[in-house]
């Protein structure tokens, strides 16, 4: 089985500042690993995803992702953040082969101050 | 090209009767996957259906059930509601071939209210 720890519940940052989001995951078998986003009584945006390759990946938004396998991480970041970028993130992990079944984070809810 | 599109948006019940929620995926989109959001429990996967079969299930009671259509439009029922059945219901939809894990495309929800 396969699960997602987001180390924070809630991020609050300054605009124009640097964020991370933190997303360590579990499991015994290969995944893809994924980064969503959530805007008030919206569905979900894929922000990016890691399939396989270069371990730092690049999404939508100015956001980028950084898989370490040893460490069974998948931290998000943005170098400078917008009030626009107010949301809930979510992390999730899904296997290669087999169900299609994504296994979420509890999400970090990342609130933009001016 | 639309995008996944969920009905009603909004539904409020009572203890003791059911729900049927729509889900039109993308076009030419053959899998279709339910998702419960609640703020307790996060976001937990309800069941997948392809061509008409359901091929994977979460664990949720059998008071929860899902159907696929041949155009791959799918109903989600909740029947004999309880309090706790409260949630954003989220459907996605994939392309459905065999490793079809690498990106899932969400509808808005359907957002249930039980009183």
């Known amino acids: 089985a396969q699960s997602v720890t987001q180390l924070d519940s809630q991020v609050p940052v300054f605009e124009e500042a640097p964020v991370e989001l933190r997303c360590n995951y579990s499991?015994?078998?290969?995944?893809?690993l994924f980064w969503y986003v959530q805007y008030p009584n919206q569905g979900l945006q894929l922000l990016l995803k890691?399939?396989?390759?270069?371990?730092l990946v690049k999404g939508i938004n100015g956001f980028e992702a950084e898989f370490n396998k040893s460490q069974t991480s998948f931290h998000l970041r943005k170098p400078s953040v917008h009030i626009s970028d107010t949301a809930e993130y979510f992390c999730a992990v899904t296997r290669i082969q087999g169900a299609q079944k994504l296994v979420f984070g509890q999400g970090t809810r990342l609130t933009i101050n001016p | 090209k639309a995008g996944v599109t969920q009905t009603p948006r909004y539904l409020i019940k009572t203890r003791g009767q059911q729900v049927t929620l729509s889900c039109s995926p993308i076009?030419?989109?053959?899998?279709v996957s339910w998702y419960q959001q609640t703020p307790g429990q996060g976001l937990q996967f309800l069941f997948e259906y392809f061509s008409e079969t359901q091929r994977n299930k979460g664990n949720f009671p059998g008071r929860f059930s899902g159907r696929q259509f041949s155009n791959s439009r799918s109903e989600m029922n909740v029947s004999t509601l309880e309090l706790g059945d409260s949630a954003l219901y989220l459907c996605?939809?994939?392309?459905?071939?065999?490793?079809?894990?690498?990106?899932?495309?969400f509808g808005s929800g359907t957002q249930l209210s039980v009183l």
């Open positions: 996605a939809s994939s392309g459905g071939t065999t490793s079809t894990n690498e990106k899932l495309f």
């Open positions: 076009s030419g989109h053959r899998s």
């Open positions: 890691y399939l396989s390759g270069s371990t």
């Open positions: 499991s015994s078998v290969s995944v893809y």
